[in-house]
């Protein structure tokens, strides 16, 4: 068999007047994507729904993609912003919601929702809701962001946490895909081999 493939890579060496058989391959993840690419993906998504949409704090577009990474790495707020400059869990809550990503607690007021959401949609104030609800003001308003975002979110069918969580899953198929490939590799190259290893 040796013999054969020597003969082979004499006659493509011949034909082609190359010096090598093999070629270097590009660095990829294939159609997935690269590590840039997904940043990338992600910044265009933060740029599209900040043009749409208003956006409540001054985070920079790749802060608020950092945020977006840390929600779906199922990092709490805390966490996220302990990892940006200058930004607390209250300013990270508020990008979450800015990106329509809205966790449990964004929803768990002290008030029926669905009433703050008839004001809401009534025109009614900060101030009319929160007398209405026998609730305080700052309550009323970060529970009105949030049923505003959910809103917004309805109004574009979702479109935006489905591009940030296809863009990271593909992402995340291509590492998994990697890591076999990787694994595989080694399996099969390990494959027959004695380890008797002694010191």
């Not at 890591?179 to 190259?189: F, H, I, P, T």
């Amino acid at each position: 068999m040796e013999k054969k493939t020597e003969e082979l890579r004499d006659i493509f060496m011949d034909v082609t007047d190359e010096e090598t058989v093999t070629e270097t391959q590009e660095e990829t993840h294939g159609s997935l994507g690269s590590e840039a690419d997904v940043e990338q993906q992600l910044l265009d998504a933060v740029a599209e729904m900040r043009d749409a949409l208003t956006f409540e704090t001054d985070l920079s577009d790749d802060e608020y993609v950092a945020v977006v990474r840390g929600f779906y790495a199922g990092d709490p707020d805390a966490d996220i912003a302990a990892d940006l400059d200058d930004v607390d869990p209250d300013g990270v809550a508020r990008a979450r919601v800015d990106l329509h990503l809205f966790r449990d607690a964004d929803t768990d007021a002290p008030f029926d929702l669905a009433e703050l959401r008839d004001l809401v949609e009534a025109g009614a104030s900060v101030d009319d809701c929160a007398a209405d609800l026998d609730a305080d003001e700052a309550t009323v308003r970060r529970f009105r962001r949030v049923v505003e975002a959910q809103d917004a979110a309805r109004r574009v069918n979702h479109r935006f946490t489905d591009e940030f969580e296809n863009v990271l899953r593909d992402r995340e198929i291509s590492d998994r895909m990697t890591e076999n490939v990787q694994q595989d590799g080694l399996d099969d190259a390990t494959e027959g081999m004695e380890t008797n290893v002694s010191f």
